[in-house]
């Protein structure tokens, strides 16, 4: 399992990368281990806004279905079209493959989520 030391995480397996005043969001390599073959990804649109813990968007394998949860409060700048196109990249490198970019309205909120080795406590426990 692979954890990236210069992201933050979430409970719910999600990756953020902070760039300035926007972030960029995915699911973990945990997360798409744990799902399998993922065939369908579904993601909002460019301009939504959302508030921390809605639903971000949906992503399923031939095994589950998921809802992907927003961790910060922001509006949505940029969607990744290309793993709408082809959802088996997440597979492939679940990092590289980011699903929405936000402009972040509250960036207190970063200090809600996990550091690189709190996730990786978490993902021990849930093994």
């Known amino acids: 399992m692979k954890i990236l030391k210069n992201l933050l995480y979430t409970k719910e ?44 968007g949906a992503i399923e394998s031939v095994k589950a279905a998921s809802d992907i949860f927003i961790p910060l409060d922001g509006k949505i700048v940029e969607i990744n079209e290309t793993i709408v196109d082809e959802p088996a990249l997440v597979n492939e490198d679940a990092f590289e493959n980011w699903m929405v970019a936000i402009e972040m ?23």
């Open 105 to 127: 309205t509250d960036k207190s909120q970063l200090e809600s989520l996990l550091s690189p080795e709190a996730y990786e406590e978490l993902c021990k426990e849930g093994e």
């Open 13 to 56: 397996h999600e990756w953020i990368k902070v760039e300035g005043n926007k972030a960029y969001i995915g699911i973990t390599d945990f997360a798409q281990h744990a799902l399998g073959s993922i065939v369908y990804v579904e993601l909002p649109e460019v301009d939504s806004e959302l508030s921390a813990g809605e639903t971000l």
